[in-house]
């Protein structure tokens, strides 16, 4: 009669999940599992997609650091396909790369359902966010997303930009880390323009630089709901920041901002504080390792 099973951080490896898989089979009420942290591998995840496959009711799974790699992402994959009830899934940490990728993208095409997904942290790379962008495109009611610690560069970033325009039910977006750069951010851009419900964007760690940020500031002006943005590490520099202060004047419900790591010196904060003053609901500002040597700057803050 179980709804709700933990079983995460258990490091079951292989002969666990084939014991586990026996149980699981036949809990047909199960609505929420968590297999997260049990390093399962290729052979534990094809033991666990028997099982998965008769847990018709499940609406929530966490399969989060089980290194499955390409061929554990392709046994589960043939199962979470016939999870026409699934709202939350996490495949976090599993390596699965980009060939894997191509596996899960038709299982995530059915899903319909689905509000949360958490990809991160699997070396999908440009192939792998080709792959599922199709996928991502037909995913109408993700409110929550998670694509980071993929190095998707240019190329993946701009797969992903249409179906990301498309997800106008989106709130959270993680972009972080996958150093698509100005090319990129200049794909994205419109994209992003069109999420009009974003409240939380990370796009933090991907080599923006003032050309990226440039291409941004627009989206990110229109972005009226935001309130935690993250830009860290993107050498936006004295140009970059500029081009942000103009956006970030519009972001009036902003409460946390991270600018860390930027470059962004005396210049910069100057060009910045206009805007930074103006934020009446900010309680959370990061601007550490930015050689800001003008404190005056700062003064409206």
Known sequence: KLTHLDLSSNWFEVEGAAAVAGALGQMEKMTQLNLGNNYL??????????????????????LSSNWFEVEGAAAVAGALGQMEKMTQLNLRVNVINAEGAAAVAGALGRMDKLTQLDISYNGLKAE??????????????LTQLDLSQNQVSAEGATAVADALGRMDKLTQL????????????????????????????NIS????????????????????????????????????????AGALGRMNKLTQLDLS????????????AGALG?????????LSFNVLSDGEAFAPL
């Open 41 to 62: 591998g290729a052979e534990g995840a094809a033991a666990l997609a028997g099982a998965l496959r008769r847990m018709e009711k499940l609406t929530h799974l966490d």
């Open 128 to 141: 792998g966010a080709t792959a599922l962008a199709d996928a991502l495109g037909r995913m109408d009611k």
């Open 174 to 201: 993680n972009i972080r880390n996958n150093y698509f750069g100005a090319k990129g951010a200049t794909a994205l851009a419109g994209a992003l323009g069109r999420m009009d419900n974003l409240t939380q964007l």
């Open 205 to 244: 760690w991907n080599e923006l630089k003032a050309e990226g940020a440039t291409a941004l500031a627009g989206a990110l002006g229109r972005m009226e709901k935001m309130t935690q943005l993250d830009l860290s590490y993107n050498d936006l520099a004295v140009e970059g920041a500029a081009a942000v």
């Open 261 to 272: 790591y930027n470059g962004l010196k005396a210049e910069g904060a100057t060009a910045l």
């Open 278 to 286: 103006r934020m009446e609901k900010m309680t959370q500002l990061d």
